[in-house]
């Protein structure tokens, strides 16, 4: 149609009196608060998933630490196979950029900033910089919007606090909590003090006072004089923050640490006296990355962590006290490397020892080349409905609602230095290895039940504080974004609570994404099994010590070689065998750093012995396969059983259970919605909605799934026909289908599309037999069912989009534009011009009118209109949340004439 060109302001038309423009208002679909790696992570997922995403982020970089120095990935001790989704793509990525064909876990800091960048602009995200959040406005228990410095505004029907801090979160007055729990509040061993603290500890005898041995001269700096409690209760303090600095030992791309501003040789007494104890080396790391750089990280009772007592400080601070404690914390490091490398006090042995480090000149430009992002090791945590803890880690409590693993070490550095037995002591470290990768629960990532309705925190998250030390990793912050995003889209398309969103559609679209939830197979109890304690089917030679010390194991026990008679034991498990026929093998154990990497197991079938190796270092608590084979019916060590050995071992040697899986499984067949809710094409446009279809079992041939259509959307009018079946093709899991809807200048209102999986031999229908989309009117004729009778609606003459049926001048499309009622006569102004502190045209529109083109047009004689080329409008708040403010700045007021009207239209103008 054509454009309506009614609305219009002329210089006649003047305004004193305007709305506030401090900032401009930015709506999207999902808004993600904090530029750090999962907060790009989520974004990504965001706009994947067909949602509009803003990225917020509070400095002038996104990537947060992963971009900041820490380039020596945190993994953990049991491999990095639990390392999937966005996460292994960022590092499959950082592989890329060093020529390798997979996954690069070490890298330059520079290097992963281009990866971050890359894959945002690859996923087309908006990223606004320099903001953090000044107020929220909370409506019903949700998150209308929030403000930012500046004045700027963020609309969004679900938000996503991806900051380090969980700022967004504390204003959304959802519970949480910080510093230590006591050990009995969730049955835990390693929560709260620790003054047994042996890992980066100092050195035997430091006298704790500024003369030492004169209690009268008082204590050194940052040393409590006592810890607030026993062992095992709970304090304040959370883990003590520093920087990972990029250093070489290249000349020519190195910068020299000089002496800081307002350094104090004070604050470096217990170095010295450490030293003078004894200490020459680890003053901080030297993890190599690639080019000749490291990532330097704390690495000693004195090193990089600023063990000051206040860190906790941080978590409340304002943004501008936050900037004053990161130059301490600055301050704190470059000093401590200044004076390792310079100071009279330091030996000249170990001063020339430290003294090659520097700087990476070609790192951090803008930030004199020191990092950007301190380490925040931990800071608000919020308080679910689930809590992860210890028992988590340890595998002893599984989470049956998983949307991602951890797997590193319960890593806590110091919190305190306190006097003990007179001497300085480090407190709060711990380093405790897990057992294996673990699930982390959907609901420890939103707020309580009740609790605000439209938040995700997926870093900030419910755990307790030793819990947490193993799940805030980068690797496992990256895994958590791109599920809460997941979760976030389908809290919108299913238009619930992020606490109700359905976990198996979330479980169906994070697996399709490459996302490993669980421990494979760790749970599946079908087909025969044998455990080691069964009185029958098992024979053991040599000793075997039954345990349970380490989570994973299947039954009530496991059994271990101790380690010892390398060659003497075994353990021989002998199904008794329904039929002959081929039958896959699976082996389980509990890992641990201890076992045996080369642990041997043989497979006795009909075709003769066939020799496995394991290692049980990894993939605890799984059932690892270890092929097909065919075996004899009944009973039968020669052609039916499986042996493990301890030959030649380097390690314990683990026997738990073995399982027999008869033939290929069935595959379970499941379908689910992805952007479940489209509105018909607007202005040629058209947003699709994405079907999918997943299998599990082997994935060696196609699969053809039928389907069944309907619904009360029309095919072939409302959308184009669906195929009668969808095939999974060989080698895949998952197969798509897009529904584009067909354009029509009807008034339907809301139609469905329902797709469910039809019963078929070849498969079993999962828990998500069917899929219904929504096919929605665009907002103009949404706009026309709530103002129009059925009969209006069929009289152009009342309700086109022309038409003008209260006679106000308006038509119905600068009504609906504009937020008014077509059929009430309203003389009021629908635009301003203004001449301060610019010329601008300024006009009101309606929130739901955002698919409609606008442009500003002048004029000298009210007959000939030409587009101001350079005008694009700034948006902010309207009188109310339902309308938005245009400005259109005019660069001249001669550039296109003396009249001036902003045109409207359903259609793309003409160039």
């Not at 050990?183 to 030492?212: H, M, R």
């Amino acid at each position: 149609m054509k454009p309506d060109k009614r609305l219009f302001s002329t210089l006649l038309l003047l305004a004193t009196a305007t709305l506030s423009h401090a900032g401009k208002i930015i709506e999207t679909d999902i808004c993600v608060y904090g530029g750090a790696a999962g907060g790009v992570t989520a974004a990504v997922q965001v706009a994947r998933m067909g949602k509009s995403v803003a990225l917020v982020t509070v400095n002038n970089h996104i990537g947060g630490l992963s971009s900041g120095g820490l380039g020596d990935t945190d993994i953990g001790n049991n491999g990095d196979a639990y390392i999937q989704g966005m996460s292994r793509e960022f590092y499959t990525r950082i592989g890329t950029k060093y020529g390798l064909g997979g996954a690069k876990f070490t890298f330059e800091p520079k290097v992963a900033e281009a990866v971050f960048n890359e894959m945002i602009a690859d996923a087309k995200v908006p990223v606004y910089k320099d903001r953090h959040v000044i107020s929220t406005t909370m409506e019903n228990g949700r998150i209308t919007r929030i403000t930012t410095n500046g004045g700027d505004v963020f609309r969004a029907k679900v938000f996503i606090d991806a900051s380090y801090e969980g700022d967004l979160m504390k204003q959304a007055n959802v519970t949480y909590t910080s510093g230590r729990e006591a050990n009995a509040q969730y049955g835990e061993t390693i929560d709260g003090i620790q003054t047994q603290t042996s890992g980066n500890q100092l050195p035997y005898g430091i006298d704790p006072f500024v003369v030492a041995g004169n209690p009268a001269s008082g204590l050194l700096p940052g040393v409590n004089a006592a810890p607030a409690g026993a062992n095992g209760s709970a304090d304040s303090l959370i883990q003590a923050y520093c920087y990972r600095m990029c250093l070489t030992n290249v000349a020519a791309n190195r910068v020299m640490i000089e002496q800081p501003e307002g350094y104090n040789e004070a604050d470096y007494e217990i170095l010295f006296r450490s030293i003078a104890a004894g200490q020459t080396d680890r003053f901080w790391k030297l993890r190599p990355v690639p080019n000749s750089k490291t990532d330097s990280n704390n690495d000693s009772g004195i090193s990089c962590d600023f063990i000051s007592g206040t860190t906790a400080d941080w978590i409340e601070a304002s943004y501008e006290t936050r900037e004053q404690l990161a130059k301490q914390h600055e301050k704190w490091q470059r000093g401590l490397v200044w004076t390792v490398q310079n100071h009279p006090r330091v030996p000249a042995a170990i001063r020339s020892n430290w003294s090659q480090w520097g700087l990476a000149k070609d790192e951090f430009p803008d930030t004199d080349h020191w990092p950007h992002q301190l380490y925040i090791r931990e800071a608000r945590r919020m308080v679910s409905d689930y809590v992860m803890t210890e028992k988590n880690c340890m595998g002893t409590e599984v989470a049956p609602d998983s949307i991602g693993m951890g797997a590193y070490t319960m890593d806590s550095h110091n919190c305190q230095r306190i006097v003990l037995n007179g001497m300085v002591k480090n407190e709060g470290d711990i380093q405790r290895a897990v057992p294996g990768p673990y699930p982390i629960s959907y609901r420890s990532i939103v707020p309580k039940t009740g609790e605000c309705t439209n938040l995700l925190v997926p870093w900030s998250l419910s755990a307790t504080h030793i819990a947490f030390g193993s799940i805030r990793m980068e690797p496992v912050f990256m895994i958590l974004g791109q599920s809460a995003a997941t979760a976030a889209a389908f809290a919108i398309d299913d238009k619930v609570a992020v606490q109700a969103v359905p976990y198996a559609k979330l479980k169906a679209q994070l697996l399709a994404d490459g996302q490993r939830l669980t421990n494979n197979h760790s749970t599946e109890t079908s087909g025969i099994i044998l455990d080691n304690s069964d009185a029958t089917g098992v024979a053991l030679t040599g000793t075997w010590t039954q345990t349970t010390s380490t989570a994973g194991y299947y039954g009530g026990n496991y059994i271990h070689d101790g380690n010892t008679q390398n060659g003497s034991c075994s353990a021989r498990f002998t199904p008794t065998l329904p039929n002959a026929g081929t039958y896959e093998v699976f082996v389980r154990w509990p890992a641990y750093t201890n076992r045996a990497t080369n642990v041997p197991v043989d497979i006795r079938h009909s075709g003769g012995l066939t020799t496995a190796t394991v290692n049980q270092q990894t993939r605890g608590g799984e059932w690892v396969s270890v092929g097909s084979f065919s075996f004899a019916a009944g009973n039968s060590t020669q052609n039916g059983s499986v042996t493990i050995r301890n030959t030649a071992t380097n390690g314990y040697v683990i026997a738990d259970a073995v399982r027999f899986m008869a033939g290929p499984e069935q595959p379970v067949v499941n379908v689910w919605a992805t952007n479940g809710t489209v509105l018909e094409p607007q202005s040629g446009l058209a947003a699709s909605a994405k079907l999918s279809f997943n299998r599990t079992g082997a994935r060696t041939a196609p699969l053809v799934i039928k389907l069944a259509v309907g619904g009360a959307a029309t095919a072939g009018s409302d959308y184009p026909a669906l195929p009668a079946t969808v095939t999974i093709p060989a080698g895949a899991g998952t197969a798509t289908l897009t529904v584009t809807p067909a354009a029509d200048s009807l008034a339907e209102g809301s139609e469905s599309v329902v797709v469910s999986i039809g019963a078929d031999a070849a498969y079993v229908i999962g828990e998500l037999p069917s899929a219904e989309l929504r096919i929605l009117d665009g907002p103009f004729d949404f706009w026309k069912t709530s103002h129009f009778r059925t009969q209006q609606l069929a009289d152009p003459l009342i309700s086109g989009a022309d038409a003008d049926p209260d006679q106000d001048g308006s038509s119905n499309l600068v009504e609906f534009f504009a937020g008014r009622d077509p059929l009430v006569v309203d003389g009021a102004a629908i635009t301003r011009f203004l001449l301060d502190p610019a010329p601008a045209v300024e006009v009101e529109r309606n929130r739901e009118a955002r698919e409609l083109f606008m442009r500003l047009e002048g004029s000298r004689d009210l007959a000939s209109w030409q587009p101001e080329a350079s005008a694009e409008p700034d948006v902010a708040l309207g009188a109310d949340d339902a309308h938005q403010v245009l400005r259109f700045p005019i660069g001249s007021i001669l550039s296109g004439g003396n009249f001036f009207r902003v045109s409207i239209s359903r259609t793309p103008f003409a160039p």
